[in-house]
């Protein structure tokens, strides 16, 4: 996918933050990706979620929830863009990437965030069962984790929710950006 022409770096080299007045345009446009691959994820009978990895406004990796189809317990789609990602850049450290993803991050995908050094998650769905990002624990956004890892949430929260039922009445609560 080709990023729009003329837009400012969605993240800053190094241990850059999240450039917000990008929000508008590319948050939304690395978002529906991150659907894409819920939807197909959901299409296999696994949990319909979805992520990409995304550096310097391009895509770097896909994953999605495979956790059903492959018997896997750890094929989280956080999880698997993480790991592709890695592989692409060819490196086990990715500061400068970013995270897009669906639903709120679990513990486990959580923890796979800050031992990846990824600079941001975007997701659009809170998940008060098992989300780690203040859905059930606080392990990313605010106040935690030394504040380094930015996490937004709510971006396309509506059309996230018609993918997952399970969770849309919290989506028009949680939608606001934290
Ligand atoms: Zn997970």
Redesign the pocket.
């Known amino acids: 996918m080709v990023p729009p022409p003329g837009r400012r770096a969605l993240v800053a080299s190094g241990r850059g933050t999240i450039d917000e007045r990008t929000r508008p345009v590319n948050y939304e446009l690395f978002m529906r990706a991150a659907l894409a691959e819920a939807s197909a994820a959901g299409a296999t009978g696994d949990p319909a979620d979805g992520a990409v990895a995304v550096m310097d406004e391009a895509m770097v990796a896909r994953g999605r929830d495979s956790r059903r189809s492959t018997g896997d317990p750890t094929a989280?789609?956080?999880?698997q863009a993480i790991r592709g990602a890695s592989h692409r850049l060819g490196r086990g450290s990715l500061a400068g990437v970013s995270i897009f993803c669906v639903v709120e991050?679990?513990v486990?995908?959580a923890g796979a965030l800050l031992a990846a050094d990824i600079d941001g998650l975007v997701f659009a769905l809170a998940d008060p069962g098992g989300g780690a990002c203040g859905g059930r624990h606080r392990i990313l956004g605010q106040g935690v984790s030394g504040g380094r890892l930015r996490v937004v949430s709510g971006i396309l929260a509506d059309e996230a929710a018609e993918l997952r039922p399970d969770l849309a009445g919290i989506a028009t609560e949680g939608a606001a950006g934290s």
């Open positions: 989280h789609a956080v999880i991050p679990c486990m995908c």
